[in-house]
Nanobody, 115 residues
Framework: QVQLVESGGGLVQAGGSLRLSCAAS????????MGWYRQAPGKEREMVAD???????KYAGSVKGRFTISRDNAKNTVTLQMSSLRPEDTAVYYC?????????WGQGTQVTVSS
């Protein structure tokens, strides 16, 4: 089992920046990819950014160039730096981890971008 605790999020004006962090605990030896998903009201959950243990990153097209994912394998944390935020980035953001053949989700943190 892996437990995920998220921090960050909140309300920001369009064009602003926010930083999300997620700390993993539990069976952390089996963690592979770490990343972030988001779900806006009435929409499906979507991948925002993902990073493998080796450092390979994937980004949703809508956030490329604006969001940066990083992780500290020694501390088992993953961070999402979000810049140039837009109202359409408003959503609940979830930390997501693959560990072995299972995946785990954080509780979610709200990000609201006002126009």
């Amino acid at each position: 089992q892996v437990q995920l605790v998220e921090s960050g999020g909140g309300l920001v004006q369009a064009g602003g920046s926010l930083r999300l962090s997620c700390a993993a605990s539990g069976s952390i030896f089996s963690i592979n990819a770490m990343g972030w998903y988001r779900q806006a009201p009435g929409k499906e959950r979507e991948m925002v950014a993902d990073m493998s243990t080796g450092g390979t990153t994937k980004y949703a097209g809508s956030v490329k160039g604006r969001f940066t994912i990083s992780r500290d394998n020694a501390k088992n944390t993953v961070t999402l730096q979000m810049s140039s935020l837009r109202p359409e980035d408003t959503a609940v953001y979830y930390c997501h981890v693959w560990a072995g053949s299972s995946d785990y989700w954080g509780q979610g943190t709200q990000v609201t971008v006002s126009s």
